[in-house]
């Protein structure tokens, strides 16, 4: 078990509502990371960052925005949610094995409406 | 072309078989390798990571790595019904602590 939580594990919001996503670690790692999965696409990356205040895009971040002001905090944050942003969301954590490796929390099913 | 390929399947083995599915990358920087495996409505895990030429054994699972012909492989020996989920290959390049994921392929071991 790599100590990782994520909550909430399942919302529905409507159109246009702000959501926020926590991904909680307790294992002091660096980088941390968010995904989206759906059918067809696999595990598509839209935020990682490596350590407190230290982020980056991934390649679908249009419309997410994400906060780490703690090690183990890593937030993502979907300004104004659009039903296209319907997916299961995946945190993961990297830096317990020193070669990439990432382990996954257990996932935020999201629907918007 | 896409960074990672798997075929999505499914894959369909009789229980006691060997289990064979296949990756290919198209960057020649690529680095680490990883296969996770997904069950239905959880989230992935971490059972391979290979990082140089040759075969690796954890178990029933090998991994096996091609960097001139760009692929990677996992074979699961002795396949079990319990071994059904979707398994996913994952490649990170030198020096990036990004990692790109391929679509997955699914297995179904037929008891």
């Known amino acids: 078990d790599a100590g990782i939580t994520q909550s909430p594990r399942h919302k529905v919001t409507e159109t246009g509502t702000p959501v926020t996503l926590r991904c909680h670690q307790t294992e002091n790692h660096r980088y941390m990371y968010w995904y989206r999965q759906d059918p067809g696409h696999g595990l598509r990356l839209i935020h990682y960052s490596y350590g407190v205040k230290d982020t980056d895009k991934g390649e679908v971040s249009d419309g997410y925005s994400v906060s780490r002001s703690k090690t183990e905090d890593f937030l993502l944050t979907l300004e104004s949610a659009t039903s296209s942003q319907t997916s299961v969301y995946f945190c993961a954590i990297s830096g317990l094995g020193g070669n990439n490796e990432q382990f996954f929390g257990p996932g935020t099913r999201l629907t918007v409406l | 072309q896409k960074e990672v390929e798997q075929n999505s399947g499914p894959l369909s083995v009789p229980e006691g078989a060997i289990a064979s599915l296949n990756c290919t990358y198209s960057?020649?920087?690529?680095?680490?390798f990883f296969w996770y495996r997904q069950y239905s409505g959880k989230s992935p895990e971490l059972i391979m990571s290979i990082y140089s030429n040759g075969d690796k054994e954890d178990g029933r699972f090998t991994a096996q790595l091609n960097k001139a012909s760009q692929y990677v492989s996992l074979l699961i020996r002795d396949s079990q019904p319990s071994d059904s989920a979707t398994y996913l290959c994952?490649?990170?390049?030198?020096?990036?602590?990004?990692?790109?994921f391929g679509i997955g392929t699914k297995l179904q071991v037929i008891p």
């Open positions: 960057d020649r920087g690529s680095q680490s």
């Open positions: 994952a490649v990170s390049l030198r020096g990036y602590q990004k990692v790109t």
